[in-house]
């Protein structure tokens, strides 16, 4: 069975620094990548996902993560943060189509002045 | 354009107690989906429904129990109650095209004392 680790619990980081989210998964067959975000009470909206194609995806809100299928990895990177990106960040995989999606254990990341 | 609504928003219960959320969603989806959120943990799926009068098991099925009488509901059921159960609850549905997004409810929050 598939399953997403997210080793960071939580990531703080000034405004306008740059900042990744790490995203680990177990598949011994192809795989289907999301990133989803939870603004405080809120849902989950999608961020970005990899489907196919290009490793490097583009998302809302400017970011945008890479697919490296030999480290098993599905990062999340923004080049300057904002305040307003102070969220949780959910990775998940999928492997039997669309689904069922397995997601992490989520990664809060805290943006400060 | 409503997308996924949940009722009700908060809800507080004693131990044994029964109660049902509902799900409805506007977007004629097929796919329709229970999680609960714990801290820590992410999301876990409970139990889930391809289309409508089907139902299965998810990850954390026990003490649940879910019906999809008509394709726009998706209910959720506690029969008796336990502080374990006390979490947030999203509902989610998928469209049946290819594009693996999940859309989110604002979440129920249950509280079982």
């Known amino acids: 069975a598939q399953s997403v680790t997210q080793l960071d619990s939580q990531v703080p980081v000034f405004e306008e620094a740059p900042v990744e989210l790490r995203c680990n998964y177990s598949?011994?067959?192809?795989?289907?990548l999301f990133w989803y975000v939870q603004y405080p009470n809120q849902g989950l909206q999608l961020l970005l996902k990899?489907?196919?194609?290009?490793?490097l995806v583009k998302g809302i809100n400017g970011f945008e993560a890479e697919f490296n299928k030999s480290q098993t990895s599905f990062h999340l990177r923004k080049p300057s943060v904002h305040i307003s990106d102070t969220a949780e960040y959910f990775c998940?995989?999928?492997?039997?189509?669309?689904?069922?999606?397995?997601f992490g254990t989520g990664t809060r990341l805290l943006v400060s002045p | 354009n409503a997308g996924v609504t949940q009722t009700p928003k908060f809800r507080v219960l004693k131990t044994g107690q029964s109660m049902t959320l509902l799900c409805a969603q506007d977007?004629?989806?097929?796919?329709m989906y229970w999680y609960r959120q714990d801290p820590g943990m992410g999301l876990r799926l409970i139990h889930y429904?391809?289309?409508?009068?089907?139902?299965a098991k998810g990850e954390v099925p026990d003490g649940y129990n879910v019906s999809r009488l008509k394709k726009q509901n998706f209910l959720l059921g506690l029969e008796s109650a336990a502080p374990s159960q006390t979490s947030v609850y999203f509902c989610?549905?998928?469209?049946?095209?290819?594009?693996?997004?999940?859309?989110f409810g604002e979440g129920s929050r249950l509280t079982v004392l």
């Open positions: 998940a995989v999928s492997v039997t189509g669309f689904q069922k999606l397995v």
């Open positions: 598949s011994s067959v192809s795989v289907y």
């Open positions: 990899y489907l196919s194609g290009s490793t």
């Open positions: 977007m004629n989806h097929e796919y």
């Open positions: 429904s391809v289309g409508e009068g089907t139902t």
């Open positions: 989610a549905s998928l469209s049946d095209s290819n594009t693996g997004e999940l859309f």
